[in-house]
């Protein structure tokens, strides 16, 4: 079946401008991840859906920084005034019950450049 | 204490060599340790993981090595090839969902 999709791939901005990264998790999958790659770095973690709780957002770096998952499914990352220091690939992941050692699946990511 | 610290930073191996890639972690609450590969261009994927009650895990090539007294896991690629060349990542949680990452290890594998 169809894996982890994320859009755009590619995302450009200028600073200070607003930006939306989708995800489409696996269907059927519970839980959702969001994480961010930057270069070097390995992979922070951001925040998890998991069913109707209220998501865990501990590892948000500010409150640019937002997520919403609607129906279960799509979520989409917002980064509002945006700054260079948040160029990176965010990757969005899926597992099936969110427990652990429950498989994450990842999406091939989304690159943001902040210019 | 949350950190997992991984090395080394890049690795370059002959063809059928042994590829050796270590974590070190100090939270003695972790309990799960999966092992990620990444190609150029794709997301990670699982490649293997262990639980602290056994000391090694092995599937195929890959095998993880646990020694819980030294808080150390390590990866170990046997007759490495070129198709194995990306991006290896660590990582570890304590009996949620939040894995804790290394910060990759970049294999490359000579023909």
């Known amino acids: 079946g169809a894996g982890v999709s994320q859009s755009p791939s590619n995302k450009v901005t200028e600073k200070g401008k607003d930006v939306e990264l989708r995800c489409d998790p696996i269907?059927?999958?519970?839980?959702l991840y969001w994480y961010r790659q930057s270069l070097g770095q390995g992979l922070e973690f951001l925040i998890y859906?998991?069913?109707?709780?209220?998501?865990?957002k501990s590892g948000l770096p500010s409150d640019r920084f937002s997520a919403e998952r609607t129906g279960g499914s799509v979520s989409t990352l917002t980064i509002q005034r945006t700054q260079q220091e948040d160029s990176a690939v965010y990757l969005c992941?899926?597992?099936?019950?969110?427990?652990?050692?429950?498989?994450?699946?990842f999406g091939p990511g989304t690159r943001l450049t902040v210019l | 204490q949350q950190q997992v610290k991984q090395s080394p930073q890049s690795l370059i191996v002959q063809k059928g060599g042994i590829s050796i890639i270590n974590c070190a972690y100090e939270n003695t609450a972790f309990d799960y340790f999966p092992w990620y590969q990444q190609f150029p261009g794709k997301g990670p994927a699982l490649l293997i993981a262990?639980?602290?009650?056994?000391s090694e895990k092995k599937e195929g090539r890959f095998t993880i090595s646990f020694n819980k007294s030294a808080k150390q896991f390590s990866l170990h690629i046997m007759d490495s090839q070129p198709g194995d060349s990306a991006t290896y990542f660590c990582?570890?949680?304590?009996?949620?969902?939040?894995?804790?990452f290394g910060t990759g290890t970049r294999l490359k594998v000579l023909a």
């Open positions: 990582a570890a949680s304590k009996g949620t969902y939040k894995y804790i």
């Open positions: 262990i639980r602290p009650d056994v």
């Open positions: 269907s059927g999958h519970t839980a």
């Open positions: 992941a899926s597992s099936s019950v969110g427990a652990r050692g429950d498989t994450q699946y």
């Open positions: 859906f998991q069913g109707n709780s209220a998501p865990d």
